[in-house]
């Protein structure tokens, strides 16, 4: 299944570990807030409308920095663009460590999810264009792997550092003190990735892009294709993350997990999610991106009813957790390709 790989170029590979390194740690940092949920309301006696909506914020504004990396990546380079969006995620995810009320956690997440927008915006377009045709979906697929491995770093970092530090109220900085780490790998990404030959081309073929050219796929011939890409776009990430995000709450208040078993428990179904990817990535290049969307989303209808309808124990859950989040995460796998082939 992954034979393929000794196919690739030493650029192909290195792009695609920079791209896989930088979704990792997008990931990890990402899905930190999900774990201090059920704390934070605790804590600063919030509601779970108020809790959920520092989780919507990060999603709304990674919108708007995938749309602004985009636009500044065919200006400055994916590369560049790549290394300031992984900066960024990185230090607002620190920052989160010492916010002190609901309003700071909401501005500083909000300002989160410009970066990890802009991160897979670029790193998409930049695998797109430097990785053949023939391996363009299994390639992307595989990189998108590395949510998986981030979002179960982060359950192993949670469960850790609530079992090490039992005072909750201090317990859930820890995790985002530790988020600003990813920022270390910009360094090797500055020595080992160069930018993509299309750039350089397009760089000398075409003038300096402006303002105006965040506006270019709503125009003329683009925009239909634009509006149905974003409705697929957000009706897939809308119930991915809906499920993400909750989902250690839920383990905590309806399952009545320790803190610990929550961590360990999102953590084996992080397998899932990698299963899912590694599915995705496959079936994107054997039977198109188009069918790999549809038997995802078929796929999510049934494991969720399953998952929310039918009563079973805590162990048969977790095993559920499985296939679920495998059914849920394959359609992301050939997302990126798909919407890279969309647009000249």
């Known amino acids: ?35 201090v949920v059920p704390t934070v309301i605790a804590v600063w006696g919030m509601s779970t409308g108020a809790a959920g909506t520092i989780g919507t914020i990060t999603v709304v504004t990674s919108s708007f920095g995938g749309w602004f990396a985009g636009a500044l990546a065919d200006r400055f380079g994916r590369v560049r663009v790549l290394q300031i969006a992984i900066l960024w995620y990185s230090v607002f995810t620190f920052l989160c460590a010492f916010a002190q009320n609901f309003e700071q956690l909401f501005i500083l997440r909000g300002l989160h999810g410009l970066g990890f927008g802009g991160e897979w915006a670029t790193g998409a377009v930049l695998m797109g264009e430097v990785i053949r045709d023939k391996y363009r979906g299994r390639a992307v697929g595989l990189v ?75 125009r003329g011939p683009h925009l239909w294709t634009t509006l149905k890409v974003s409705l697929m776009v957000a009706g897939a990430q809308g119930g991915g993350y809906a499920i993400g995000i909750w989902m250690p709450t839920y383990l905590r208040t309806v399952r009545h997990l320790s803190a610990t ?84």
């Not at 399953?306 to 394959?330: E, F, K, R, W």
């Open 261 to 344: 078993g929550t961590g360990l428990f999102v953590a084996v179904q992080a397998c899932g999610a990698l299963i899912g990817f590694l599915i995705g990535a496959y079936l994107a290049d054997a039977i198109g991106r188009k069918w790999t969307f549809m038997i995802s989303a078929v796929a999510t209808i049934i494991m969720v009813f399953i998952y929310l309808y039918i009563p079973v124990g805590d162990t048969a859950l977790l095993l559920l957790g499985i296939p679920l989040n495998a059914s849920i995460l394959m359609k992301f796998a050939p997302m990126g390709p798909y919407m890279t082939e969309l647009y000249p």
């Open 144 to 218: 998108q792997t590395g949510w998986a491995i981030g979002w179960g770093g982060a359950a192993l970092v949670y469960t850790a550092v609530y079992w090490l530090v039992p005072n909750e109220a201090m317990a859930w900085r820890v995790p985002f003190g530790i988020g600003l780490f990813p920022a270390v790998f910009v360094f090797w990404i500055r020595r080992h990735i160069d930018e993509s030959d299309v750039f350089k081309a397009q760089r000398l073929e075409r003038p300096k892009v402006g303002m105006t050219h965040l506006f270019s796929a709503f």
């Open 1 to 35: 299944m992954l034979a393929w790989l000794r196919d690739l170029t030493s650029r192909e590979r290195r792009t695609m570990l920079a791209c896989w390194g930088g979704w990792t740690l997008d990931g990890f940092d990402q899905q930190l807030y999900s774990y």
